[in-house]
């Protein structure tokens, strides 16, 4: 069992959810108070997408990036920031006759570029997905090849960025373990076992064992299970021996028909780990167990 959990938030995501939720983070400004809100309420690292504020889609625009990052960091709120480094690795294969016609929700670009608003703005922590994806049920995968991973995990090392390495499946572990052979990670690692997103591993506790089973010696690794699944794999990450991720991007409601905020979302993962008998840790604390480089 871990004692000392770090708690991270992830407030508002790419996923086709405004207007499945009243209050979903898209401006900069929401997004950044997103964050502020989550690390009032107790958490230790706030993960950031940004979107579109005229349409609520995922967007990669560097401007929008540097002003939820400006607006953080201007509020004095202390809590690690971790921008998403995974957008722009999904191709919707085309019509039967020709699958290789990009469909509409096609957002494909090479491994570098999707590391831009990372090279610009130098957050403490950025995401690396680290393997290919059925991701949900229609005909979009997400993209992440070996040599894909190689590249961005060299770029992020050579930026002084700590990688959140995202693992949807045990393959994606298994490459994770290949590239630290090869001398592109360092450790500490600091995984993600995203557990629930169809079609990777299922969230459940065989899956997230099996995951943690495997994790190279002297990692770091949290997991989160997304909807109704959130919260018992919080209790279940603890009980493994790791720490946790909750928030909007991974769910939209506190109980059955009740909207969350990532406040509250925060509020009752800090709760079930304080009555497991451990305790949250502070962003300096957690700067030190991930080995953070100083900003």
């Known amino acids: 069992m871990n004692r000392d959990v770090i708690l991270t938030c992830a407030v508002t995501g790419a996923g086709d959810t405004v207007g499945k939720h009243p209050a ?24 950031m997408h940004v979107r579109n504020p005229q349409t ?55 491994p570098l570029e999707r590391l831009v608003h990372v090279e610009k703005l130098r957050p403490e922590i950025c995401t690396l997905d680290c393997g290919t994806l059925n991701f949900g049920d229609g005909n979009t995968i997400y993209i992440s090849t070996p040599d894909y991973l190689r590249r961005g995990a060299a770029r992020i090392r050579e930026l002084g960025v700590k990688p959140e390495l ?3 499946d045990t393959g994606h572990l298994w490459f994770v373990k290949q590239m630290l052979s090869e001398g592109l ?62 928030g909007l991007e991974d769910n939209l409601y506190l109980d059955k028909g009740v909207f969350a905020s990532n406040g509250s979302l925060v509020e009752r993962a800090a709760e079930i780990i304080r009555l497991m008998g451990a305790r949250v840790v502070t962003p300096k604390e957690a700067r030190a167990k991930l080995g953070l480089r100083a900003r």
Request: net charge negative.
């Open 24 to 47: 979903i983070p898209v401006s900069p400004a929401q997004i950044a108070d997103a964050a502020i809100e989550a690390a009032k309420a107790g958490a230790t690292v706030a993960h």
């Open 56 to 110: 609520g889609r995922f967007s990669r625009d560097v401007s929008l990036y540097a002003e939820v990052v400006e607006r953080v960091r201007a509020s004095g709120t202390d809590v690690i920031i971790n921008l998403t480094a995974g957008m722009g690795g999904d191709f919707e294969l085309g019509p039967d006759d020709r699958p290789y016609q990009a469909g509409p929700n096609t957002d494909l670009i090479g």
């Open 166 to 168: 995202e693992i949807f």
């Open 185 to 246: 990670l360092e450790q500490p690692l600091m995984m993600q076992f995203c557990l629930g997103i169809p079609w990777g591993a299922p969230a459940d506790t065989v899956s997230m064992k099996a995951m943690a089973d495997n994790a190279p010696p002297g990692s770091i690794w949290a997991g989160f299970g997304i909807g109704r699944m959130q919260m018992p794999m919080v209790a279940q990450a603890v009980l493994l021996g790791g720490h946790v991720r909750v």
